[in-house]
């Protein structure tokens, strides 16, 4: 693909979730035409007979798996659909990976075995975890974050510096194919510390507490979550938030020529919004 961007088409899977939305803004603003790619535009990740339609005449495509990219299956899911864009003559993917996730490698595997232009771009905790999903209903209506992290520091990026990445690496030609891009915030936050921030935001009382991820994986259990995915999240969890993400990726600064998004930023917005507001 070059910089021009004239009857440039790019599927963009989970187009209305945290990482896809902000992918197809950036993509419309670039220029190019998006193709959304969710249940609601008669696409599923589990029914391959789905593909062909969206994939068909496109240019390139975002994947991004819909539960966890180290969730059991995704690796099989990620490769066949890499695959078959392939087949269907779309070679240039770009995916959305996990920093310091080991099984999050098996997807970016099949991505690279799948003889696509591939570009795999690893991301920190997304800012947006706080302020869209489960999280931020604790935050909202109870005003404390009971939550797996400890005291352990993470580089949070910005979900709109991810879209503006992938975006950025599908017009840079040739120059990201074959290439993993690591993405985060700027500086280093405990989860405590970023509640902290959210608090002084919105003029709060919020607080932060920590708990194992076993005793994490048993209230998920009891809000009825099924068995499996709560084994595959206690997992990830025990790996993300041992430490070996506490530092500093300069994927954004790289493609982007700027610095990423600070926390804090993302904070003044969303509270601005009303996001915690109960």
């Known amino acids: 693909m070059t910089q021009d961007t004239r009857d440039t ?3 963009v899977t989970g187009a209305s979730g945290r990482t896809g939305s902000r992918v197809a803004r950036s993509a419309r603003a670039a220029g190019l035409t998006v193709r959304a790619a969710s249940r609601a535009t008669g696409f599923d990740w589990h029914a391959p007979s789905t593909w ?3 994939l068909a005449g496109a240019d390139a495509a975002y994947l991004v798996h819909p539960s966890d990219i180290g969730a059991p299956g995704a690796a099989e899911a990620v490769g066949a659909l890499a695959r078959g864009a392939v087949g269907a003559g779309v070679r240039r993917l770009v995916l959305l ?5 080991d099984r999050a490698g098996d997807a970016e595997e099949a991505l690279r075995a799948s003889g696509a232009d591939w570009t795999v771009v690893r991301a ?3 800012a947006q975890n706080f302020s869209e999903g489960p999280l931020v209903e604790e935050l909202r209506l109870g005003g404390e974050l009971v939550f797996p992290a400890g005291g352990v520091r ?3 990026v910005d979900v709109r510096d991810v879209g503006d990445v992938v975006v950025a690496a599908l017009l840079a030609g040739e120059r990201y194919v074959g290439e993993t891009v690591a993405v985060s915030g700027p500086r280093l936050l405990t989860f405590g510390e970023a509640v902290t921030e959210i608090a002084e935001a919105t003029g709060r009382e919020l607080t932060y507490r920590a708990v ?3 005793e994490y994986g048993e209230r998920l259990a009891g809000f009825g979550m099924p068995e499996g995915e709560v084994g595959a999240l206690v997992e990830a969890f025990g790996q993300l938030l041992d430490g070996r993400n506490a530092y500093l990726s300069d994927g954004v600064r790289e493609v982007l020529g700027r610095e990423p998004r600070d926390f804090a930023e993302f904070t003044r917005q969303a509270a601005a919004a009303g996001t915690w507001t109960a």
Do not use: I, K, L, N
């Open 9 to 11: 088409t790019v599927v």
């Open 52 to 54: 062909a339609g969206v």
């Open 97 to 101: 990976s996990s920093r310091g996730q």
């Open 124 to 126: 920190a905790w997304f």
């Open 154 to 156: 993470e580089p949070f």
């Open 212 to 214: 194992s991820a076993r």
